[in-house]
């Protein structure tokens, strides 16, 4: 099973992003979560996603809605360590395979 494409229909179930880790309140939860399927969902291709517009644009999202200094990372394979401020950390998975980390500082 390992290596095998993920099938259509299951990737439309998990069209949003699951929370693995969050410090966040639900409210605040729920809001990064619809930015950041909106803006992966922007900068797909045909080819792929665009890591680098799409990590743009939530940044932007984050700043202008929560205030400065947010900050996020995108890939299929990293691992963290960071010191953020109360309330700001959220760590999810778009599609299964594609992993956010959000975060202020």
Not at 5 to 30: G, R
Request: aromatic letters at 10%.
């Amino acid at each position: 099973m390992a290596g095998r494409p993920i099938p259509k229909d299951v990737k439309k179930q998990c069209q949003k992003a699951t929370v693995k880790n969050t410090d966040m309140s639900n409210e605040m939860k729920t809001e990064v979560v619809d930015i950041i399927a909106g803006s992966i969902d922007k900068f797909t291709l045909p080819t792929g996603v665009n890591f680098e517009g799409a990590t743009r644009a939530i940044k932007d999202a984050l700043d202008k809605s929560y205030g400065f200094n947010w900050h996020c990372a995108m890939g299929k394979g990293f691992c963290f360590d960071v010191t953020a401020q109360n309330g700001t950390l959220m760590h999810c998975y778009y599609q299964g395979e594609l992993a956010i980390l959000v975060y202020k500082c």
